[in-house]
């Protein structure tokens, strides 16, 4: 194995994919044509209608997935954190939306057609692969329920809860504390409110005795309290194969 094929396999097998691989899917990697790639904070990965084939896996660092709109506003669906996976709108077309690094992002990248082809030898991968991009489609399913149905205040209380628990499940936070280098702006595009409404959300969290979120870090004061009050259910964020 190449120095990042082992990487990689060290991803798969260590990120939110724990994806078992023996010697014979190993021997497969070359054939996905995966490769590493470094991108540096807020640069543009792939671009709202740009036709599209890549299929990627975070490494480290933060991504950014988002809608562009006529106006100039955007949309931002989700961020791809370590271990995660995210895949163009189809093998071939225009993708429907950008794709971007929030932070340095570290990115293992690879032709759909190519991993088409090469899991077709690994059902190991081809399971794990499956499992992260469904899991990806239950994440989207809870923001689009953020957007519809949740208040403000619980829809940030919601959302930062799952970005704590998805960082844990990918050995990347603590129980009741994680980094985050989101602006107020940043969740106000994923929340589909203003950042001054953000700012007031955040700070009644907090005089609520929930949360702190200052200086890019995230302190759960009463996790339990928060769950409850956001009903918030980790289960859309069970990794494949777990109980």
């Known amino acids: ?15 939110i994919l724990r994806v078992a691989l023996d010697e014979s899917d190993k021997s497969h990697f070359g054939s996905l044509g995966f490769i590493p790639k470094r991108y540096p ?6 671009r709202q209608g740009d036709e599209e084939d890549r299929i990627f896996v975070v490494h480290s660092g933060w991504g950014c997935v988002s809608t562009n709109l006529i106006n100039g506003e955007r949309q931002i669906l989700d961020f791809p954190l370590k271990g995660e996976v995210v895949a163009s709108r189809a093998f071939e077309g225009e993708g429907l939306e950008s794709f971007t690094a929030q932070t340095e992002l570290m990115l293992f990248e690879a032709p759909a057609k190519a991993i088409s082809s090469g899991l077709a030898h690994s059902t190991s991968l081809a399971v794990g692969l499956l499992g992260a991009i469904a899991r990806e489609k239950a994440i989207l399913s809870q923001h689009l329920t953020n957007l519809g149905r949740r208040s403000a205040l619980v829809r940030t209380a919601h959302f930062l809860l799952e970005l704590g628990t998805r960082l844990q499940k990918a050995d990347a936070a603590k129980t009741h504390e994680f980094e985050c280098p989101l602006t107020q702006y940043d969740l106000a595009a994923a929340l589909g409110v203003t950042a001054i409404h953000v700012n007031r959300m955040l700070r009644e969290l907090r005089q609520r005795g929930y949360l702190d979120f200052r200086q890019g870090s995230v302190h ?3 996790k339990k309290g928060l769950e409850h009050f956001a009903d918030f259910d980790p289960g859309y964020l069970r990794l494949p194969g777990e109980t």
């Open 41 to 46: 904070a807020h640069a543009v990965i792939t």
């Open 220 to 222: 759960l004061l009463n």
């Open 1 to 15: 194995m190449t120095v990042a094929s082992e990487a990689f396999a060290r991803v798969l097998e260590t990120s």
